[in-house]
C-alpha cells in the first residue's frame, strides 16, 4: 500500500511538474500587441474608409461630431459592420488610449429605423439639442452614454464612466451639438 501510494505521488509529481524537475521558461520580455495591429485584424480601419463604406452603403451622408472628449486618446478607429440584412448594419468610431484604458470613448451610428430601443429604467436625464431633438443620458455598470437622433440616424455617444467625471453629460451634449457646426469637413480627423 504505502509503495502504490508513493509511486502514485511520484506520478503526479512528474506530471504536474515536468521531467525538468519543475523549471519553468519563460519570456521576460513578452509585449502586447500593438493597438494598431490589434484592431485591423477584428474588422477596424481608418474613420475615413469606415465612413465612406457606411455612406455608400445607406446612400446617406454621415455627419460626425468635430468636438470630442477633452482628454488624451493614442488611437481612432473606424468600423462599418455590414450584417446579414440592414437591421444590425452600423457604424462605429472608436477612440482609445494605450496609455489610459479608461480613455475610451466611443460613437455608434445607425439608421433609426433599426434604432437601438431605449428602456427608461436606464435613463438617467433628458438634454435638448440645439436643434430641438432631444438626447437620453443613460448609465449602465460600465459606460455613460448620450442617444439621440438626427437626419435618419441614430447615434449614440459612450464613455467609460471611470472617466465621467472628466467628460460628464454635458460635455456630451455640446459634443453632441458640434455636428451642427458649419465645416466643410465631414468628420473631425480629416
Not at 512528474?14 to 519553468?24: A, E, F, M
Not at 485591423?40 to 455612406?55: C, H, L, S
Not at 493614442?74 to 440592414?86: P, Q, W
Request: hydrophobic share 35%; proline share 6%; glycine share 4%.
Amino acid at each position: 500500500m504505502k509503495k502504490s501510494f508513493f509511486f502514485l505521488m511520484l506520478l503526479f509529481s512528474i506530471l504536474i511538474c515536468g521531467i525538468n524537475n519543475g523549471t519553468v521558461y519563460a519570456i521576460t520580455n513578452d509585449k502586447p500587441q500593438p493597438l494598431e495591429e490589434i484592431y485591423p485584424e477584428i474588422g477596424y480601419k481608418t474613420v475615413e474608409e469606415a465612413v465612406k463604406e457606411f455612406e455608400q452603403h445607406f446612400k446617406q451622408d454621415l455627419k460626425l461630431p468635430l468636438r470630442i472628449p477633452p482628454i488624451n486618446f493614442t488611437h481612432y478607429f473606424g468600423r462599418f459592420s455590414d450584417l446579414d440584412g440592414d437591421i444590425n448594419d452600423s457604424f462605429e468610431l472608436k477612440f482609445i488610449s494605450d496609455e489610459s484604458p479608461e480613455n475610451h470613448y466611443k460613437i455608434n451610428v445607425r439608421p433609426v429605423n433599426h434604432k437601438i430601443p431605449i428602456k427608461d429604467k436606464y435613463i438617467f436625464k433628458v438634454f435638448k439639442l440645439k436643434n430641438g431633438n432631444e438626447a437620453k443620458y443613460m448609465e449602465y455598470k460600465s459606460f455613460g452614454a448620450l442617444v439621440f437622433e438626427r437626419d435618419n440616424w441614430q447615434y449614440i455617444l459612450s464613455i467609460d464612466k471611470r472617466i465621467s467625471d472628466k467628460v460628464t453629460p454635458e460635455v456630451l451634449v455640446e459634443i453632441a451639438n458640434s455636428i451642427d457646426y458649419p465645416s466643410e469637413k465631414k468628420n473631425p480627423l480629416q
